[in-house]
């Protein structure tokens, strides 16, 4: 199965508020990545010490870094329909769909799956379901907790080792599974489209 896993860090957990600070998508094709989105992202605003703890970026590591409005087109380029897969999906498609409403770029069209309720199903039974912890579990390699990229990675090798459980008969799980999987209906990004501006008539006389 061909996937985009994707991760975000941000200054914080409040879509819309809080601002991306980095962005990590990874194309998988027969299991393995092949391709790659990766920057750090100047967020506009200062990196709160919490932040800076977690994810270990600091305002000198962004500064001169792209805004995140000039990177959301090449990404959904990067995307297109491809099935996008993060761990806790929700918290980071906020945060993109924030962004691409605000600059009004087309969104990614994929469906978007989550591993962290699908991991709940697969792996019964763990004291946490952390991307860490699942890591750990599985024995899967892993880089850098809480950076987008080896996230990314992390969680595209997670959801492969799912996918492969889940096969039967050496059938691979159709989208279908997949998704009623993650025991919700299917989500996918907002049809975002570029609204016309007002002509300014002032500056046309």
Same mark, same amino acid.
């Given at each position: =199965?061909? #996937?985009?896993?994707?991760?975000?860090?941000? $200054?914080?957990?409040?879509?819309?508020?809080?601002?991306?600070?980095?962005?990590?998508?990874?194309?998988?094709?027969?299991?393995?990545?092949?391709?790659?989105?990766?920057?750090?992202?100047?967020?506009?605003?200062?990196?709160p010490p919490g932040?800076?703890?977690?994810?270990?970026?600091?305002?000198? =590591?962004?500064?001169?870094?792209?805004? &995140?409005?000039?990177?959301?087109?090449?990404?959904?380029?990067?995307?297109?329909?491809?099935?996008?897969?993060?761990h806790n999906a929700?918290?980071?498609?906020? #945060?993109?769909?924030?962004?691409?409403?605000?600059?009004?770029?087309?969104?990614?069209?994929?469906?978007?799956?989550?591993?962290?309720?699908?991991?709940?199903?697969?792996?019964?039974?763990?004291?946490?379901?952390?991307?860490? $912890?699942?890591?750990?579990?599985?024995?899967?390699?892993?880089?850098?907790?809480?950076?987008?990229?080896?996230?990314?990675?992390?969680?595209g090798r997670l959801? =492969?080792? =799912?996918?492969?459980?889940?096969? &039967?008969?050496?059938?691979?799980?159709?989208? $279908?599974?997949?998704?009623?999987? $993650?025991?919700?209906?299917?989500?996918?990004?907002?049809?975002?489209?570029?609204?016309?501006?007002?002509?300014?008539?002032?500056?046309?006389?």
């Amino acid at each position: =199965m061909d #996937f985009i896993a994707f991760d975000l860090e941000t $200054t914080g957990t409040v879509a819309g508020v809080d601002q991306i600070v980095e962005i990590g998508a990874v194309r998988f094709q027969n299991g393995e990545p092949v391709a790659l989105f990766s920057t750090l992202v100047d967020p506009g605003i200062p990196i709160p010490p919490g932040a800076s703890a977690v994810n270990g970026i600091k305002d000198e =590591m962004v500064r001169g870094q792209p805004k &995140v409005e000039t990177l959301l087109e090449s990404l959904c380029a990067f995307c297109e329909d491809t099935p996008l897969v993060a761990h806790n999906a929700n918290f980071d498609a906020q #945060f993109l769909i924030a962004d691409f409403k605000k600059h009004e770029f087309p969104t990614p069209r994929g469906v978007i799956l989550d591993t962290l309720p699908m991991a709940r199903k697969v792996f019964p039974g763990l004291p946490n379901y952390r991307l860490g $912890t699942l890591v750990q579990h599985l024995k899967i390699p892993a880089g850098t907790f809480h950076r987008a990229e080896d996230d990314a990675t992390a969680c595209g090798r997670l959801f =492969m080792e =799912m996918f492969r459980r889940i096969s &039967v008969n050496g059938q691979p799980a159709q989208l $279908t599974n997949l998704i009623a999987l $993650t025991g919700k209906p299917a989500a996918y990004f907002p049809l975002v489209e570029r609204k016309p501006k007002q002509l300014d008539l002032l500056g046309l006389l």
